[in-house]
C-alpha cells in the first residue's frame, strides 16, 4: 500500500439549494434540507484544517452558494487561512452588494455557468426565466472589479450544435478560461440522459470546433465518456486529489460517491477532516490500485486514469469495483456505447425539471 497522498482541493457544496433546475445537474436528486446545513463556524473550521492538511484551493460550490446569506463570511474564512478560493455560481440570486463584500473578503476567481448563448435556450435549458440576462450582469461585475473569470458550459445534444455562439459569448463577457465539459450522468443528469445524449457526430464537430478557436481564452475541452477510448482519472483519481464536502458536512472522495451502496460515508461533525482523508474507509477502498480487477491490475495505464469512475461502474454495471465501462478495454465497453447512442437517437427533447 502506498503512502496517502496531500490532497491539493477542497469542493465545499455549502448548500443545495438553487433558483435553477439545469436537467444536467449532478446534485443528488434527494438534496440536503437547509436546517441540515453546517453553520458558518463549522465551515470556517473546516477550512482551517484543511489548510492543516495541505489543501490549496477551496471550490465554493452548491447547489448555488449565494443562497447562503454567511456567503461573504464563507470567503473570509477561506482567505484567513491562505487558501485560494474560487466561487462556483450561476449569477442567480448573488447580488452585487454581496458579491461586492465577497471581493473584499478576499475572493480570488469566479466561475459563472452559463447553459447556452441566447436567452431563451438557456432559460430553458436552466429551468428559470431571467436567468441568463442576470449572468450577463454578474459576468461584468466580475471583471469590473478586476477579478479573473472563468465561464463553464456543461454541453449535451441541446446545446452542442450552437458551441461556436458559446465560445463567443464567453470572449465577449471577458472570460480568461472557458471549460466546455460534457455532462457528467449522475444524479439529475442521469435521469436526463436521453433528453442529453450528444451524437458521435455533434462530439467529433465540437472537438474540432474547440480546437480551432484560437485566441487569448484558454479553453478546457472535458470530453464525453461514452464516445472515448480511455476513461478520464476521475477526481485525478479515487482519494488522491481532492475530496467534496456536503451540504451537511458528509466527506466524499467524488462528488456522486454516494450513489456507491454499502460505502460508509462520515461527517466532519464526528471526525476530523484528516483522519477521514487518511484513514476513511470510504476512501481507503478504491484508492491506488490494490482494489483493481482485471483488466486495469495489468494495465499499463492503471496509474494515469486510476481505473476510472467509480460511480459510472456502479450506475451502468451495478458494480462499483469494475472497470469503468468507458475503457474500451472494459467487456461491457460496447453495450456502454450502444446503450448511448440508444439514448441519443431517441430524439427526447423534454427534460425532467427538479420540483
Ligand atoms: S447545475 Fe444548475 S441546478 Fe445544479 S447546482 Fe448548478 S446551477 Fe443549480
Ligand atoms: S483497463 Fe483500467 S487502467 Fe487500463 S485504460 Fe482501462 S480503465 Fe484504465
Not at 482494489?291 to 461502474?313: F, H, L, T
Not at 475503457?327 to 461491457?332: L, Q
Request: negative net charge; charged residues 20%.
Amino acid at each position: 500500500m502506498s503512502a496517502v497522498p496531500v490532497p491539493l482541493a477542497l469542493l465545499a457544496e455549502v448548500t443545495h439549494r438553487c433558483p435553477l433546475r439545469c436537467p444536467y445537474c449532478s446534485n443528488p436528486t434527494s438534496l440536503v434540507k437547509r436546517s441540515a446545513e453546517l453553520s458558518t463556524a463549522t465551515w470556517l473550521d473546516l477550512f482551517r484544517q484543511a489548510a492543516g492538511l495541505g489543501i490549496l484551493h477551496v471550490h465554493l460550490s452548491g447547489g448555488e452558494p449565494a443562497a447562503r446569506s454567511d456567503l461573504p463570511e464563507l470567503v473570509a474564512g477561506v482567505a484567513e487561512t491562505g487558501l485560494y478560493s474560487n466561487l462556483i455560481t450561476s449569477g442567480v440570486g448573488l447580488r452585487e452588494s454581496v458579491f461586492a463584500r465577497c471581493v473584499e473578503a478576499g475572493l480570488d476567481h469566479v466561475q459563472l455557468s452559463i447553459q447556452a448563448a441566447d436567452a431563451g435556450t438557456a432559460d430553458r435549458i436552466g429551468g428559470y426565466r431571467g436567468g441568463f440576462a442576470t449572468k450577463l450582469e454578474v459576468a461584468g461585475w466580475v471583471t469590473s472589479y478586476g477579478l479573473p473569470l472563468t465561464v463553464n458550459a456543461v454541453v449535451h445534444r441541446q446545446n452542442l450544435d450552437r458551441l461556436p455562439e458559446i465560445i463567443a459569448l464567453a470572449r465577449q463577457l471577458g472570460a480568461r478560461r472557458l471549460e466546455v465539459a460534457h455532462t457528467q450522468y449522475h444524479g439529475w443528469a442521469l435521469l436526463n440522459r436521453d433528453a442529453l445524449m450528444p451524437t458521435p457526430e455533434q462530439v467529433e464537430r465540437a472537438r474540432a470546433i474547440v480546437e480551432e478557436a484560437g485566441g487569448r481564452m484558454v479553453i478546457d475541452y472535458v470530453p464525453p465518456d461514452h464516445f472515448a477510448t480511455w476513461p478520464k482519472a476521475c477526481m485525478g483519481g479515487w482519494g488522491r486529489y481532492g475530496m467534496t464536502v456536503t451540504p451537511e458536512g458528509v466527506v466524499l472522495p467524488c462528488q456522486a460517491a454516494e450513489s456507491i451502496p454499502g460505502l460508509e460515508f462520515e461527517s466532519v461533525t464526528d471526525r476530523s477532516l484528516s483522519e477521514i482523508w487518511r484513514n476513511g474507509l470510504a476512501f481507503a477502498t478504491y484508492r491506488g490500485t490494490d482494489w483493481m480487477p482485471e483488466p486495469c491490475r495489468s494495465c499499463e495505464r492503471r496509474e494515469i486514469d486510476w481505473g476510472g469512475c467509480r460511480c459510472q461502474a456502479m450506475a451502468y454495471l451495478g458494480n462499483p469495483g469494475a472497470t469503468d465501462p468507458a475503457c474500451s478495454r472494459s467487456p461491457h465497453h460496447s453495450q456502454f456505447r450502444s446503450r448511448a447512442l440508444g439514448f441519443a437517437e431517441a430524439g427526447v427533447d423534454s427534460f425532467t425539471y427538479r420540483g
